[in-house]
């Protein structure tokens, strides 16, 4: 997968590929140009042959904190109408959407901050290994906004579980990866050192099995993770997205 990507670093290693968030300055923010860039991936992948595995990581101090808050007032001063800012909250939900189906195994890697938008990524991910050093959290609701990006409230609740996703929505309160496993939201928890080997301890197996048992699999657990709950689940999320949006750019003119 040659490809010329801004806000992406992919590395095609045959049945293993990697994608870097490659915007290390804003702690990798995801901003349209990211989504345009992981919508092109992900549906690549949608048709390829070759892949088993994808590595989700992010460069440098942080895997993501966050959607780019300051794309949002861009968009409202040029299109008043909201329509780009709702163009915006589908791509996500199209992205995170496109992730959850893929017939391949997904592996976050996480370090730094996971924020928001960036654990919204993450948890679409099918294993999640995490630094011990990790720090997460959900801002939405102390930032006026609902928690509707990319339709990630169904799959959050199922797989950390209601009572806890209620709590920390509503408090906005940040938890250590100790926490997160606990939580389910990492499967494992290690040293930053030892990230990429545990990586590789899932990857490499993996990406030496047979393809079509890993897609039948992958369907199977797909059903059963409620595909369709997801879809209705996120049918107004861009609506809600774009209304909080613009209530609060305004309120801060």
Same mark, same amino acid.
């Given at each position: 997968?040659?490809?010329?990507?801004?806000?992406?670093?992919?590395?095609?290693?045959?049945?293993?590929?990697?994608?870097?968030?490659?915007?290390?300055?804003?702690?990798?923010?995801?901003?349209?140009?990211?989504?345009?860039?992981?919508?092109?991936?992900?549906?690549?992948?949608?048709? $390829?042959? @070759?892949?088993?595995?994808?590595?989700?990581?992010?460069?440098?101090?942080?895997?993501?904190?966050?959607?780019? #808050?300051?794309?949002?007032?861009?968009? *409202?001063?040029?299109?008043?109408?909201?329509?780009?800012?709702?163009?915006?909250?589908?791509?996500?939900?199209?992205?995170?959407?496109?992730?959850?189906?893929?017939?391949?195994?997904?592996?976050?890697?996480?370090?730094? $901050?996971?924020?928001?938008?960036?654990?919204?990524?993450?948890?679409?991910?099918?294993? #999640?290994?995490?630094?011990? @050093?990790?720090?997460?959290?959900?801002?939405?609701?102390?930032?006026?906004?609902?928690?509707?990006?990319?339709?990630?409230?169904?799959?959050?609740?199922?797989?950390?579980?209601?009572?806890?996703?209620?709590? *920390?929505?509503?408090?906005?309160?940040?938890?250590?990866?100790?926490?997160?496993?606990?939580? =389910?939201? *990492?499967?494992?928890?290690?040293?930053?050192?030892?990230? $990429?080997?545990?990586?590789?301890?899932?990857?490499?197996?993996?990406?030496?099995?047979? *393809?079509?048992?890993?897609?039948?699999?992958?369907?199977?657990?797909?059903?059963?993770?409620?595909?369709?709950?997801?879809?209705?689940? =996120?049918?107004?999320?861009?609506?809600?997205?774009?209304?909080?949006?613009?209530? #609060?750019?305004?309120?801060?003119?």
């Amino acid at each position: 997968m040659l490809m010329d990507f801004k806000a992406l670093k992919v590395t095609d290693e045959g049945p293993i590929l990697r994608v870097q968030l490659n915007r290390p300055e804003t702690g990798n923010a995801i901003d349209g140009q990211m989504l345009s860039e992981l919508l092109v991936v992900l549906r690549a992948l949608e048709d $390829d042959k @070759t892949v088993r595995v994808m590595v989700l990581s992010g460069a440098g101090d942080h895997f993501c904190q966050g959607g780019d #808050r300051t794309e949002f007032p861009a968009l *409202l001063e040029n299109d008043s109408s909201g329509s780009a800012l709702r163009s915006l909250a589908d791509k996500a939900q199209r992205v995170c959407a496109t992730l959850s189906q893929l017939k391949l195994v997904t592996i976050a890697r996480l370090h730094g $901050d996971v924020i928001g938008a960036g654990l919204g990524l993450a948890v679409f991910c099918d294993l #999640r290994v995490g630094a011990d @050093t990790c720090r997460f959290r959900m801002p939405e609701v102390g930032l006026g906004v609902p928690p509707a990006w990319g339709g990630v409230l169904p799959r959050l609740a199922e797989e950390a579980g209601q009572a806890w996703v209620r709590r *920390l929505l509503l408090t906005a309160e940040p938890f250590d990866a100790s926490r997160a496993e606990q939580l =389910s939201i *990492l499967h494992e928890v290690v040293p930053a050192d030892d990230l $990429d080997t545990w990586v590789a301890r899932w990857a490499n197996p993996i990406s030496r099995r047979d *393809l079509t048992t890993i897609q039948i699999t992958k369907s199977m657990l797909n059903a059963r993770a409620g595909a369709t709950q997801l879809a209705v689940a =996120s049918y107004f999320d861009e609506e809600l997205l774009t209304a909080a949006i613009a209530r #609060r750019a305004l309120q801060r003119r």
